[in-house]
């Protein structure tokens, strides 16, 4: 990899793995439709939208892997989560295509399985379970790049990153929680391992109290160097309640669950899920 893309890097996470990769690559093309501040050493800027054809040209020429975090990363209204997520991801994945791009790493999102119940142990393997529309625009992310693996060859790697802050602060983030400097290794393996076709993986640190099995990660060679258990003692001691109605402390995905776009009421449809299953 001589050459690569990193999206969305004005962002919370693409900030952080700006840093991460200085020096990780030949060049760097940091991208975004915010600003980004100047060009450091090994780097270049593309400022773009991924909703703009002659954007994405720009941002893909000459380009050999990308890491594609760009886009909307919560819950919105379904017209934006079509325009941003779905067709703006299609397109992208497109123009990679077209201008020889070998590898991708997709930022999918824990919440393309957020409706299963906490405790069971997924690996990757199992059925989608979006728990949002904007989980259902990272299950289509996955499928687009499983089609894009079987019928166009580029080697992807999906990663449904769990919580990637500071610090875990609730029950639930201390099993997703991913430090930086981990979901950066993850995303070099992505782009670095020799084979790889398609891969789901679960973007985590070492997590002891993790509802998810990362068994493929471990075989890509990901070994974590953080884990959220030092802040057990904090997290089991708080008062805070964790944020969400019933159904949301009863699902993986949390708050996304249900109530996750709290916009303007009119255009949401009502939930009605209990959460069981
Ligand atoms: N932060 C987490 O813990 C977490 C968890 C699961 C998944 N993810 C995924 O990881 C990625 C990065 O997350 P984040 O927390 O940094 O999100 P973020 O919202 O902080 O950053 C997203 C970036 O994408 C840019 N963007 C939005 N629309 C764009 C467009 N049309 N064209 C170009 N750029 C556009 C924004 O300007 C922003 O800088 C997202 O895809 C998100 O869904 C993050």
Redesign the pocket.
Known sequence: MKRVLL??A?????LRMRRELRGAFPMLRVS???DLGLAGPGEEVVI????NPDDRKRMVDGIDGIIH?????VENPWEDILR?NID?TYRLFEAAYEAGVKRIVF????HAIGFYPRGRILDGSERPRPDCRYGLS?VFGEALSQYFADNYGIGILSIR?????QKPETPRTLGSWVHIGDLTRLCRLGLETPELHHEIVFGISDNARTWWDNTTARRLGYVPQYSADQWIDEVDASTTPEPGNAVALGVQGGPFASEGYRGDPARVLPARSTGEA
Do not use: H, Q, R, Y
């Open positions: 999206t969305g004005a962002g919370g996470i693409g975004d439709m915010a773009g939208d991924i909703c975090l760009g886009g909307l990363s941003v703006g930022a999918s999102s824990n990272k990153i769990g919580w990637c802050f």
